[in-house]
């Protein structure tokens, strides 16, 4: 079975792009770290299982993360797939999700890791930024890189208009990668992914929203 679980802290505008895009998994599970999180209810419109692990129930980092693989493995998951997911993970828990963790980062990664990466990316007077989706290390925001959409960064563009223009790619963007993830089209050799039977444009998109 093809089960893909999903983990969120917040807004889920990731989560619903990746409930619209008709995913060939046979079963989507939803884990919050909190119950306040919106996209609880984007899942709950889609009939999608949810469940809440709140990490403020539990002492320390590695009590909250061990809680949260019990839950996760009882889903038997391809893959995990971490959506505005705001917890830093520990080692072990990554480790045990090995090549089947994947993240969307919203920058154009190796650069901006981190967080703030829109106003980062405008401080420093770049022209060209974007996003990532990329398997989880125990590097924060390093890892296999799988597909990454760039996007402009136009002369009167503020923190949320970019952020805007890059988030409408992270939608295109994440459910294209597990796409191919489940469909057995990724090989990962080192740091290095290999996308099999897909496009070479379709892996780096230059400025995709505004050529259409
Ligand atoms: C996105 O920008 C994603 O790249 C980052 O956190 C944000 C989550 O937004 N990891 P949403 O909850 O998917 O709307």
């Known amino acids: 079975m093809r089960s893909l679980v999903i983990l969120i802290s917040g807004r889920g505008s990731n989560l619903q792009a990746l409930l619209e895009a008709n995913l060939p998994v046979d079963k989507i599970t ?9 996209g609880l209810a984007i899942a709950r419109q889609y009939h999608v ?10 002492p320390d980092r590695e009590s909250f993360d061990t ?14 797939a971490l959506a505005g997911f705001m917890r830093i993970l520990s080692d072990a828990f990554v ?5 089947r963790l994947i993240n969307v980062h919203p920058s154009l990664l190796p650069a901006f890791t981190g967080l703030n990466t829109h106003a980062r990316a ?15 290390t125990s590097q924060l925001d390093h890892g296999p890189i799988v597909i990454q959409a ?16 890059v988030l409408q790619q992270e939608h295109r963007i994440y459910p294209q990668a597990i796409r191919w993830f489940m469909q057995g089209q990724l090989e990962l050799t080192g740091n290095l992914v290999k996308v099999h039977q897909a496009n070479t444009r379709d892996i780096a998109l230059h400025s995709p929203g505004l050529q259409e």
């Open 150 to 165: 760039a996007v402009p960064i136009l002369a009167d563009d503020n923190e949320e208009t970019l952020a805007a223009r």
């Open 30 to 38: 939803v884990i919050s770290n909190n119950p306040q999180a919106e």
């Open 95 to 99: 480790a045990h999700y090995t090549e």
């Open 67 to 80: 809680a949260l693989a019990e839950k996760i493995d009882a889903c038997q998951p391809k893959l995990v």
């Open 122 to 136: 405008l401080q420093e007077g770049i022209k060209i930024h974007g996003c990532t989706v990329h398997f989880v």
């Open 49 to 58: 299982d949810t469940l809440v692990i709140n990490h403020r129930d539990y």
